[in-house]
Nanobody
Framework: QVQLVESGGGLVQPGGSLRLSCAASGSIFSIDLMIWYRQAPGKQRELVAGITRSGSTNYAEAVKGRFTIARDNAKNTVYLQMNSLKPEDTAVYYC??????WGQGTQVTVSS
């Protein structure tokens, strides 16, 4: 059983940065795929970025070049560095560990 706890969300101005963290209660070393999703009000949950155990990454087109996903297996933590934030990045961000573990989410609001 793995429990995930996200942190690092908040209110930031357009163009600003935030770093989200997803801390796992158990080891994530054996989990191949870790993903950040987000869900904006009135919209479906969408994939933001994913990372495999070997470090391969993929990103949604909307965040390419602005967001960076990373994982530290020794600390059982996955990160999402978000730069050049836009109002349309406003959403609740969720961490997911394949095959079925979800965090509770952390709110990111980009507004002046």
């Amino acid at each position: 059983q793995v429990q995930l706890v996200e942190s690092g969300g908040g209110l930031v101005q357009p163009g600003g940065s935030l770093r989200l963290s997803c801390a796992a209660s158990g080891s994530i070393f054996s989990i191949d795929l870790m993903i950040w999703y987000r869900q904006a009000p009135g919209k479906q949950r969408e994939l933001v970025a994913g990372i495999t155990r070997s470090g391969s990454t993929n990103y949604a087109e909307a965040v390419k070049g602005r967001f960076t996903i990373a994982r530290d297996n020794a600390k059982n933590t996955v990160y999402l560095q978000m730069n050049s934030l836009k109002p349309e990045d406003t959403a609740v961000y969720y961490c997911f560990a394949d095959p079925r573990y979800w965090g509770q989410g952390t709110q990111v609001t980009v507004s002046s």
